[in-house]
């Protein structure tokens, strides 16, 4: 990954002052939840604001992400825009974001709101059909000649009674029409 950093010496030193920011940066790869995420080129614009203690940025990202479907594991591109709030503090151990040599490094600041942002499932479409769990074809681009359905063995009585249901139907609707 490269280093995003946004120089605010300019507004350093005066409470109030404030810079208009925009920068871009491919963030590459990063694993989020056991899933590979390519993040790719990400643009940012938006205000740095020195506040006192820290610098507030407030910003757009725009970010177009390479991820894979959950049900068909197919790469997909999801374009992503969302808005950053963050404070970096000039003098601060405890703080996660910090001022450093004049400039804030808004990478990992980026990095974990595009993670928040997503979907625990990412999939490639609402209605992704996924894959077939018997032969493992891709069920969006063709379909399979294995067995659709197995019924669930706690459900074998209710099947049972359902067929015996429809054959005791078809009995009575025999009966009635003579």
Same mark, same amino acid.
């Given at each position: 990954?490269? !280093?995003?950093?946004?120089? @605010? *010496?300019?507004? /350093?030193? &005066?409470?109030?002052?404030?810079?208009?920011?925009?920068?871009?940066?491919?963030?590459?790869?990063?694993?989020?939840?056991?899933?590979?995420?390519?993040?790719?080129? !990400?643009?940012? !614009?938006? $205000?740095?604001?020195?506040?006192?203690? *820290?610098?507030?940025?407030?910003?757009? $990202?725009? *970010?177009?992400?390479?991820?894979? #479907?959950?049900?068909?594991?197919?790469?997909? +591109?999801?374009?992503?825009?969302? &808005?950053?709030?963050?404070?970096?503090?000039?003098?601060?151990?405890?703080?996660?974001?910090?001022?450093?040599?004049?400039?804030?490094?808004?990478?990992? !600041? @980026?990095?974990?709101? @595009?993670?928040?942002?997503?979907?625990?499932?990412?999939?490639? &479409?609402?209605?992704?059909?996924? $894959? #077939?769990?018997?032969?493992?074809?891709?069920?969006? /681009?063709?379909?399979?000649? #294995?067995?659709?359905?197995?019924?669930?063995?706690?459900?074998?009585?209710?099947?049972?009674?359902?067929?015996?249901? +429809?054959?005791?139907?078809?009995?009575?609707?025999?009966? *009635? &029409?003579?």
């Amino acid at each position: 990954m490269k !280093t995003f950093k946004v120089s @605010i *010496s300019d507004i /350093k030193d &005066k409470i109030g002052d404030e810079k208009e920011i925009s920068a871009a940066s491919d963030l590459g790869k990063t694993t989020f939840m056991g899933n590979e995420i390519n993040i790719g080129k !990400t643009n940012i !614009t938006g $205000v740095a604001r020195n506040v006192g203690k *820290s610098i507030e940025l407030a910003a757009s $990202v725009d *970010s177009n992400l390479v991820l894979e #479907c959950g049900r068909c594991l197919e790469s997909f +591109q999801h374009p992503m825009k969302l &808005k950053l709030k963050e404070l970096f503090y000039f003098d601060n151990e405890e703080s996660e974001y910090n001022v450093e040599d004049d400039s804030i490094d808004v990478e990992r !600041t @980026i990095i974990e709101s @595009i993670a928040l942002n997503l979907d625990i499932k990412t999939l490639c &479409k609402i209605d992704c059909k996924g $894959v #077939c769990p018997n032969c493992g074809i891709n069920l969006n /681009k063709a379909s399979c000649e #294995c067995q659709k359905r197995d019924i669930d063995i706690r459900f074998n009585k209710l099947q049972k009674l359902k067929t015996r249901l +429809q054959k005791s139907d078809k009995k009575n609707q025999k009966n *009635s &029409k003579e």
